[in-house]
């Protein structure tokens, strides 16, 4: 049987670049169909034009969104593991906290970041917080499924043989979280991404937020779409570290399941 030129994995890995092919060419053509105006959407060359010739300015406003994006990540991620930890070892804690925590999740962010604006400032802080915030639920949630995946049996024969928590914790339960902690660290970096835009939308003197806000008032559309481009990026970019971080540490999974960690 002969083989296909293109393999299965390298076909499943461009097809997204080909839709995405796809769509910017029917968006470029209706626009110069129907002449649509740049003010209100711009063509896809416009915005590539644009975000080229901008770049510097679009770097230095992304290196102050990546600050907050990092801040909000690191504090969300600690916070939710800890929390996590919490909430699987003291039952008791776990049954009142676990339904407010998910209660929580029906309080936008957008309405709770006014307040942090008036509580820490325009600073990077606020930014932060917002992102850390919004991080710190599927993290959370993650890292408790993640703990209750150990094998009971496991738990059993290492508590028959005087085994302490703090063992059963690092051999076992650390180990067989970490598949889930990783699907929560994954979203939750994207949706930092979110939380330090909604933050600069509040409230910012820099930043690729600011800046969308900034050129809507202006009627650049194109320059707020390359802000969107150069947020696109950033969100990628930091999806992919984390998924090199997890490839990397969970090996073993990869080589004996075939998973790709997606």
């Known amino acids: 049987m002969r083989r296909p030129l293109i393999p299965r994995l390298d076909r499943t890995r461009l097809s997204p670049f080909l839709l995405a092919v796809v769509l910017l060419a029917v968006w470029e053509l209706c626009v110069r169909a129907f002449g649509v105006p740049a003010y209100v959407l711009p063509a896809p060359s416009r915005i590539a034009a644009v975000f080229f010739t901008k770049f510097p300015l679009l770097l230095s406003h992304a290196g102050v969104t990546l600050a907050e994006i990092g801040l909000g990540f690191l504090f969300g991620s600690l916070g939710g593991m800890s929390l996590a930890l919490a909430l699987f070892y003291i039952p008791a804690l776990g049954a009142a906290v676990y339904p ?72 076992v339960r650390a180990p067989a979280s970490l598949p889930a902690l990783f699907s929560g660290l994954k979203v939750g970096v994207t949706l930092c991404v979110v939380g330090a835009t909604i933050g600069e939308w509040i409230g910012a003197r820099r930043g690729l937020g600011y800046l969308m806000i900034e050129s809507n008032a202006l009627l650049r559309a194109d320059l707020v779409f390359a802000a969107i481009l150069a947020l696109t990026l950033v969100g990628l970019l930091l999806f992919g570290l984390v998924r090199i971080i997890e490839r990397r540490v969970l090996r073993w999974r990869h080589e004996e399941g075939g998973q790709d960690g997606t």
Do not use: M
Request: hydrophobic share 60%.
């Open 100 to 171: 407010l925590l998910i209660a929580s999740q029906v309080v936008p962010v957008f309405a709770i970041a006014p307040l942090l604006v008036i509580w820490f400032g325009y600073g990077l802080w606020t930014k932060a917080a917002v992102a850390a915030l919004i991080a710190f639920f599927p993290i959370t949630i993650n890292a408790v499924d993640g703990l209750r995946a150990a094998r009971s049996e496991t738990i059993d024969v290492l508590r028959a043989l005087h085994t302490t928590e703090w063992q059963i914790l690092r051999i």
